[in-house]
């Protein structure tokens, strides 16, 4: 029988999980791959696996030659010809793949839906890898195993690995202070352009889209902008206001129940988001952006001042009290939002509302104080409890953290500093 006859019915019997699990374990093992077109890949990094829609594995870092380092996404398929077959070449979620590999390759090309093309490589020597020729694959270099060719790409931005748990603790705070001085210097400047409260506003909005409708609620919070909302509200009775802001927030957003029934939208508020740009498939009623917006009102209606001093910000000053107490829970309360029922679903949870405190609030009003080396938000920052964990912090804690040391990430300083470690990666 031919050879690629013997290779075909080798491949088909193989599940695409334990094709992933392959490049996921083996692939940065390699010393190279080569593309159809000749270049030669080298992984330094394979990618964390994708959860939802979209690519097999994201962020991956890869050497390629006459480029250089590329960062991007890889899909996996036990034939080139499935990417057109699964439809990927019209899905805008595959428009970040740079690199497509396949256990059986063809001289097709391999088009992305904005006009792009990955290149592609053959995963056969995947299969001719041996897993327990540990120490000749690497296993026991230590640009291998925890962090693989992580800890040497880091080291070239001043991250240099360390020897000890107690030092990795010690990098750990500090890539976390890196990372909140990096969000706070945004901040810093976007207060520039706009007011606080709206810099503030468009911030926890941003923040309550969650990964998949992050841009559309940072377009609803500029198209519907806080002071308008306030002064809108605040011209209604107290009981009143919470049901006015998430009527306005809804008209805006695009997604309010039927066009005939909506009032029209008063004069200053922009138009109207496109109901497509909201993602909404499978997503679980407590996530839908209807809920998280009915959040949104109520957590705005708590911090409406009539008539507030001129130069001063209602919003952000209602949280800096918070943060002046020097207590976790105390500004977590004050982002977070129960449900209308006993035992219904919360419209801003705790852990979200934790999220909200460390990625937005205390970065802000670090950056309101003018301190540019300490403030009261930052020495909060520094005692806020762990935060759930993602995908990023999960990967990057597997990737770059001895085993022995799985328990040095216990607060949310430590959580960021893997996230910022992420973003050196490029």
Known sequence: MPALLERKEEYQPLPEKALARLWQKRAARQREFRTSAGRRVRVLYPGRPGTAAGPDFRDALLEVEGTGLVRGDVELHLRQQDWYAHGHSGDPNYNGVVLHAALETSPRTTDLQNGGRAPVISLASLLEDDDSAGEEAGSGDPEVGEGGGLWPLLERKGWRRPDDAEEMGRLLDAAGDARFRVRAAVFASLTGEQSADQCLYEGLMEALGYRANRQPFLKLAQRAPWEMLAAEALAQAPQLRSGLVQERLLEVSGLAAAPGNRKRRKSGFGPALAVDEWHTFRVRPANHPRHRIAGAARLLARFLVASPPAGEAPLADALAERVAGGK??????????????????????????????????????????????????????RKFPRL???????????????????????????????????????
């Open 388 to 426: 759930q964990p993602n995908e990023i912090t999960r990967e990057m804690a597997d990737q770059l953290l001895h085993p022995d040391w799985a328990a040095l990430v216990t607060t949310a300083r430590r959580q960021q500093g893997l996230i910022h470690l992420h973003r050196q990666l490029s």
């Open 328 to 381: 976790p829970s105390a500004l977590t309360d004050a982002l977070a939002v129960k449900g209308d029922s006993a035992g219904g679903p919360a419209f801003i949870g705790a852990d979200r509302a934790r999220d909200m405190a460390v990625n937005v609030a205390l970065p802000f009003l670090h950056a309101l104080s003018g301190d540019a080396e300490d403030s009261t938000a930052l020495a909060l920052y």
